[in-house]
């Protein structure tokens, strides 16, 4: 390999460093091709549900590294949310939840907590659980 290609590589790869989504566990399961474009939007969507839900429930910030909740946490309320809206929020979040199944521990750890999945069990079953999700969500093709 030439040094210029190397000089590419590196500079694409800063580049792509700076997306917070490529410095998460997530992130890493779809750079590394375990799980295609439509689940890790399934993931990503799924963070924001969860924020989106704790925040209008009054639930304080999770310890999160995941930038896709922190920004979905980080929605203003100019207003406190009305019980309808709650309950909204809390079907969205239940029924993410319920798709999941038996995947649903591993892929809320990683998704709000960014911890990865141990061992390609564990790899497999959130790739399992992010693929209903993603038809669950309507992100499929």
């Known amino acids: 390999m030439s040094p210029g290609m190397i000089r590419q590589m590196v500079q694409t790869a800063h580049a792509n460093a700076r997306d ?6 997530l992130g890493r399961l779809f750079l590394d091709k375990f799980i295609e474009a439509e689940e890790c939007s399934a993931g990503t969507k799924l963070a924001e549900i969860v924020a989106d839900y704790d925040h209008k429930k009054g639930i304080p910030p999770r310890s999160a590294k995941s930038p896709d909740y922190l920004g979905g946490y980080g929605k203003s309320l100019r207003e ?4 309808k809206t709650i309950a909204k929020a809390e079907e969205r979040y239940l029924s993410a939840l319920r798709v999941l199944g038996a995947s649903k521990d591993l892929v809320f750890n990683l ?13 497999l079953k959130v790739k399992n659980g992010l693929c209903d999700l993603a038809k ?6």
């Open 136 to 141: 669950h969500l309507g992100l499929t093709r």
């Open 111 to 123: 998704v709000v907590y960014d911890v990865a999945p141990v061992g390609f069990d564990g790899k």
């Open 20 to 25: 917070p989504l490529l410095r998460t566990e």
């Open 80 to 83: 406190e949310p009305d019980q």
